[in-house]
């Protein structure tokens, strides 16, 4: 497994290369619901369709949520693109089931250490329209292991409106109550997850195609 080497000054100038490109890529980056989190630390989770989703993840915390956040990743693509680890990625092997257990417990760590942790719980980058988002078990298994932290769901669909441009609409959604589902199996958290996060991007999709964003804010203005 490759551990996160996460640096400030990095992170800082990181931000200062990250925040053009995403205005300069998109028409509009909009977002519901996308709100400061109080609570820390939080397990976040969304819908994985684009290389985009982690740099998503990584401008929001910088310009909204302000925590100290760790992104589990795949192996190769941090090998890759090591500079990753300076924002706090670690690896996952989904081939090797040993490591796969020992990410997990990093995870568990990092949680436990007051640092909030994003996981796509697909495993894998899927074409956005894929359903159902089919989950792993790891989310459940963080869930058990570290009850007291809130699992925040985020939904991602990227769309070319009338722009040259694609837009990003984002809905950050309620956290899950972990009391409520705390009776249930391993398996049983992970359907439930999985369908209630297909569902929340459902309905993002129809908000998309009816090209309704009075409830949306604008999420890439430049400050004044």
Not at 34 to 53: G, M, Q, R, T
Not at 57 to 71: A, G, K, Q
Not at 88 to 106: C, D, M, V, W
Not at 142 to 167: A, R
């Amino acid at each position: 497994m490759i551990d996160a080497k996460k640096s400030a000054l990095f992170e800082t100038g990181f931000n200062l290369y990250l925040t053009p490109l995403i205005r300069s890529s998109f028409s509009r980056l909009l977002g519901q619901g996308v709100k400061a989190i109080p609570e820390k630390p939080v397990l976040f989770i969304a819908n994985h369709s684009s290389w985009w989703d982690g740099l998503v993840f990584f401008y929001l915390n910088r310009t909204v949520w302000h925590h100290d956040i760790h992104m589990m990743m795949h192996e190769e693509g941090l090998k890759k693109h090591s500079y990753f680890r300076y924002l706090g990625a670690f690896s996952i092997n989904r081939q090797k089931p040993k490591e796969i257990l020992t990410s997990l417990q990093y995870a568990e760590a990092l949680l436990k250490q007051g640092k909030s942790v994003v996981l796509f719980p697909q495993g894998d980058e899927f074409h956005l329209e894929t359903r159902p988002l089919a989950f792993q078990t790891g989310i459940a298994y963080l869930m058990e292991h570290c009850p007291e932290v809130p699992v925040v769901p985020l939904s991602f669909y990227y769309s070319f409106g009338h722009q040259q441009k694609p837009d990003i609409w984002i809905r950050q959604h309620e956290p899950v109550s972990t009391e409520e589902i705390g009776h249930m199996t391993r398996k049983e958290k992970t359907l439930y997850l999985q369908q209630l996060c297909t569902e929340q991007l459902d309905s993002l999709k129809k908000t998309v195609i009816s090209e309704n964003s009075d409830a949306f804010q604008s999420l890439g203005k430049r400050r004044k």
